[in-house]
Each structure stands twice: as structure tokens, then as C-alpha cells.
């Protein structure tokens, strides 16, 4: 049985787990989203979103993102900066 109860009959908080300093952190995918979709998952991850870059797409929607650095799956350290690019849509 878990208890947040030690042997001394003391309560203890249940410990969480947060990212240390040193520990790796994997990339969510971000391509297709959302730009405002964006930026709350990486603060849960500790990552940041570095201001983003805009390109003409002819296969993306306005808005949408269609190109991430470091790619999704890659492993970085807490605290790192993602850049990503977004769809001003298609090229006129």
C-alpha cells in the first residue's frame, strides 16, 4: 500500500517528478498544429518556443506549423528553445 504516511506517523506530500537540470526531454510534435496550440505543451515539458519563423506553403494551412527544430523525438536538455516555422499560406 502506498501512503503518503511515513513509520514516524508523520504525512508526507507525494513526491512529483519534475525535470532536472541534466535530464533529457523528447520533443512533442508540433508540425501541423496550431501556432496558439503550441506553446503551452512545451512549458509543461520545460522547453520554450523561440519567436517563430513565417513561410509560404502550398500543403499547409495559414497558421499551422510546418517545419520544427529540433525535430519531434529528439532528446534536449530542460530549458531549451524550440524554433518552429508557420504557414502564411499558399504563395501568391
Do not use: F, H, M
Not at 508523520?10 to 496558439?36: F, H, M, W
Not at 517563430?52 to 494551412?61: E, G, T
Request: aromatic share 2%; hydrophobic share 35%; net charge neutral.
Amino acid at each position: 500500500i502506498n501512503s503518503p504516511e511515513a513509520s514516524d506517523g508523520y504525512k508526507r506530500k507525494p513526491v512529483r517528478n519534475k525535470p532536472t537540470a541534466t535530464e533529457q526531454i523528447t520533443v512533442p510534435v508540433l508540425a501541423g498544429k496550431d501556432i496558439s496550440l503550441c506553446k503551452q505543451p512545451l512549458e509543461g515539458l520545460a522547453l520554450t518556443l523561440n519567436d517563430p519563423k513565417q513561410a509560404a506553403s502550398d500543403d499547409v494551412l495559414a497558421g499551422k506549423v510546418i517545419d520544427q527544430q529540433p525535430i519531434a523525438g529528439e532528446l534536449v536538455a530542460r530549458n531549451s528553445a524550440i524554433d518552429i516555422t508557420i504557414s502564411s499560406g499558399p504563395v501568391k
